[in-house]
């Protein structure tokens, strides 16, 4: 036993050094080869009622979560998925223009309100205006057509509806539903990962990736990267094979199968002739093989599913803790990326709400995938004409309207505020039906499972009371809901969310706003007593809303580390909390906590951030959540946010105007760094900073944007046509 974990330890010490100079995600990994790269598409060519999407993908992640997760479970309702809806465009021709279509089911098509013969999927439109409606029914699939005219794709001005009444604007995307593949056929790569290393654990001999093992011999293979694919191998041999998969060498090493997040894999009985393998696929990073008569193997290798992106965004700097920190972000919220931004892909491999909206807020500059941020933004929104029975935590829709507007934010989109208008209406409109006479919300609705701020509560508030962040969150909705009224052009709706945003933060600070202290207490419990402890939940949300007194930040940020498990416990919030860190220009604090926790966890060999974790909890605890001793899903995107932000937001200083979205603001940190590169994506284009120490700082703009650079002394210089600029 004793040989056995000084193996193991031995073991992590190889993987921990070797990732002190490793890519953290495989896709910039020279060791890894592309087996299969998507055909991209300049623009959409499936067209589909906004959220629809989502609702069907949502669907296939549930099912393939059932098929391979063992404790899955999702509170509340979600928006459900159709299988009729109606597409309309009006179209003026010059002459007899063919129409032809694909879609994903059967197709009724009517021109100018007559039924149309159509023969192989065509019609022929007369002469001048016309106006075309195909109607597409479904049996179990995302209903969505794609139609050229005179043989070009048409994916723009369609309408959508699903009763044939109500319309909308068609969502597209150059990403589903382009390069030959149905909306439902995801753009996913496929890779080969090599083991990065073999430890002969037990009576077995390791040469390269040839691998003997004797009579009742195991190896342990590390992957490095953690992802969800396929293992497989060649045996030759007899007796049976045993395969364990895990996040951990602690859980790939135990045999008890009645604790495993994942479906165990039934041994494989050999016939002594050579066997090619391939296991189901699996949330893999390490793989144990096991063989109770003796057999050879070779070679092993992990074929993984991985989202093909771009990486729009990069960093380096001369302190090789903070690159590390960045790739192993930027990886954690990659692996996380199917669709949607994803929770632990080994627990659930689902989308929640809360971390779906917050990874948007590094995806949208890493990556930009814009509709793999809208189906995450949709599924924070509730389903159509939401009840109190829909509610399954209170605070989760309450990201969505923050999600949406950080998209707006981001790529100045309009059309996509437009087109999910109807559900984000019908969302505030419910929230004021919880209200009670103080304008606050409390747990007691619905089929609760009372507030999830995140998992660092140990200082409250209490999740069935009435939590102050929550009506802070509320209060940042109805502004939120007022902006967006204003640019639908509906000055009366505007006008009674801004009275309501502002009868709500006078209840606010009345409440729940300690003078002496200058911080917001926790709330109410639910006995309905004062809750007068301090966290940091409602202090960073009230720092993003904009009622955190700015006089008071000294104060807040100096008193936070000090109170009780601040460090101790790191949950999937923190990107929140970072991006209120910068906007309070404390870098320097945001780092050390970076450094403290997020280092710490790289120290120990991991190569992803998980949900939960605390740097003080000994080597098993900390693999501990959900009272399951591997419930910790060792890769989370919502974790992958913090350094991501503590860069873009924090080190480069960015920050962007909520009235003039092409008006940024760079402040730069370095803190005690010699230099750093930056570039990322804003919606003109590219910033590309090159940051020294020394002072020689060079910035490079793109065209349509005016950037205010802020020295550390507070110089102000204004650049507002495109190029490269020398401060």
């Known amino acids: 036993m004793k040989t056995t974990i000084l193996t193991i330890c031995l073991l992590l010490a190889v993987f921990s050094f070797r990732a002190q100079a490793q890519e953290y995600d495989p896709l910039l990994d020279p060791s890894v080869t592309v087996l299969k790269k998507p055909v991209k598409a300049e623009k959409g060519e499936y067209v589909w009622y906004p959220g629809q999407l989502s609702a069907h993908l949502q669907q296939k992640r549930m099912k393939e979560s059932a098929e391979r997760c063992v404790n899955v479970g999702y509170p509340g309702k979600f928006y459900a998925p159709v299988f009729n809806t109606w597409f309309r465009k009006e179209m003026n021709v010059l002459s007899k223009t063919v129409v032809q279509w694909e879609s994903t089911g059967v197709v009724k098509a009517t021109v100018n309100g007559k039924e149309a013969v159509n023969s192989n999927n065509s019609i022929q439109l007369p002469k001048g205006k016309s106006t075309l409606l195909l ?101 030759k041999g007899n007796g049976q094979i045993t395969v364990y998969i895990g996040e951990s060498p602690e859980e790939t090493l135990c045999e008890d199968t009645k604790v495993f997040e994942q479906k165990p894999i039934e041994p494989f ?70 669709g949607f931004y994803l929770d632990g892909i080994k627990r659930d491999y689902l989308p929640w709400s809360m971390d779906a909206v917050l990874s948007t807020f590094g995806g949208d500059y890493v ?138 933060r006078k209840s606010i600070m009345q409440h729940f706003w300690d003078n002496e202290q200058g911080l917001f207490i926790n709330g109410y419990t639910k006995a309905g007593e004062l809750d007068k402890v301090i966290s940091h939940h409602a202090q960073y949300w009230a720092i993003l809303a904009g009622i955190f007194p700015e006089d008071r930040y000294d104060n807040l940020l100096v008193t936070l580390p000090t109170i009780p498990y601040y460090k101790d416990y790191v949950s999937f919030e923190k990107g929140y909390e970072f991006i209120a860190y910068s906007k309070a220009r404390k870098v320097g604090q945001m780092w050390n906590l970076l450094f403290t926790v997020f280092g710490d966890w790289l120290n120990q060999g991991h190569t992803r ?12 605890e900390q693999l501990v959540f959900y009272s399951r001793p591997y419930g910790l899903s060792l890769c989370h995107g919502a974790n992958g946010v913090p350094g991501i932000v503590a860069v873009l937001n924090g080190i480069a200083g960015f920050s962007q105007s909520n009235t003039k979205l092409n008006h940024y603001t760079l402040q730069p940190d370095m803190m005690d760094l010699q230099w750093a590169n930056i570039e990322f994506p804003v919606k003109e284009g590219k910033i590309k900073l090159k940051l020294s120490k020394t002072g020689g700082n060079q910035i490079e703009i793109p065209k349509g944007c005016k950037v205010d650079f802020i020295d550390k002394n507070g110089n102000k210089t204004t650049l507002t046509k495109k190029g490269i600029y020398n401060l």
């Not at 080969?192 to 009742?216: E, M, S």
Request: charge should be negative; include cysteine; hydrophobic fraction near 35%.
């Open 367 to 504: 990556f930009g995938d814009e509709q793999v941020s809208r189906n995450s933004l949709s599924v924070a929104l509730m389903p159509f004409n939401p009840t109190k029975d829909d509610l399954g935590i209170p605070d989760y829709p309450l990201h969505a309207l923050i999600g949406f507007n950080q998209h707006y934010k981001r790529y100045g989109d309009f059309n996509t505020i437009l087109s999910y208008r109807d559900r984000m209406e019908q969302l505030l409109q419910f929230y004021e039906t919880l209200q009670d006479e103080r304008g606050f919300i409390s747990a007691n609705v619905g089929v609760s499972w009372g507030f999830v701020p995140g998992w660092a509560t140990r200082r409250g508030p209490d999740k069935k009371g009435t939590p102050a962040y929550a009506q802070i969150m509320l209060y940042y909705n109805y502004k939120i809901g007022a902006d967006f009224c204003e640019k639908w052009d509906d000055k009366k709706s505007a006008n009674h969310y801004r009275q309501k945003a502002e009868l709500l």
């Open 609 to 620: 951030f998980p949900e939960n974790f605390s740097y003080r909890r000994t080597k098993n």
């Open 269 to 338: 009985t050999l016939t002594g002739k050579q066997q090619d393998i391939v296991l189901p696929e699996r949330a893999v990073r390490y793989v144990k093989i096991f063989s109770d008569e003796g057999c050879e193997l070779s070679p092993v290798k992990f074929t993984a599913k991985v989202w093909d992106i771009d990486f729009l965004m990069s960093f380096e700097c001369n302190d090789e803790r903070i690159n590390n920190i960045w790739k192993a972000s930027v990886a954690s919220l990659h692996t996380s990326t199917h």
């Open 135 to 235: 109607e597409v029914a479904t049996e179990n699939d995302l209903p969505s057509v794609k139609v050229s005219v005179d043989g070009k794709v048409v994916c723009e001005g369609w309408s959508a509806s699903l009763d044939g009444i109500n319309w909308n604007l068609a969502e597209t995307s150059p990403v589903f539903g382009t390069g030959g593949r149905m909306p439902l056929e995801e753009p996913e790569m496929q890779i080969d990962i090599q083991p990065a290393n073999i430890q002969p654990i037990r009576n077995a001999t390791v040469n390269g990736n040839d691998i003997i093992l004797h009579k009742n011999g195991y190896v342990l293979i590390d992957f490095f990267h953690l992802e969800v694919g396929t293992v497989s191998f060649t045996a």
